[in-house]
């Protein structure tokens, strides 16, 4: 029981000191959110051709947002 306790001490330190790190996670990152995305949903698992749909979906309401914004300006 000891060790259990000591154990999710150590994980919750660790997760607390890397927390403050995201600026610099952020600089090593070289994919953008869209990449990540479309790299899951070419991955052979169950629900990957979802994110593909869900993408599609965005761009279409995106692409008619931009329709609607010019038609109104």
């Given at each position: 029981m000891r ?40 991955l ?30």
């Open positions: 060790f259990v306790l000591v154990a999710t001490m150590a994980t919750m330190a660790a997760v607390a000191c890397t927390a403050g790190d995201g600026s610099r996670q952020a600089e090593r990152d070289t994919l953008t959110q869209r990449q990540r995305d479309s790299l899951i949903g070419e052979p698992i169950p629900g990957a051709r979802g994110v593909h749909g869900a993408m599609d979906v965005a761009d279409s309401a995106k692409a008619r947002q931009r329709m609607l914004d010019t038609i109104g300006g």
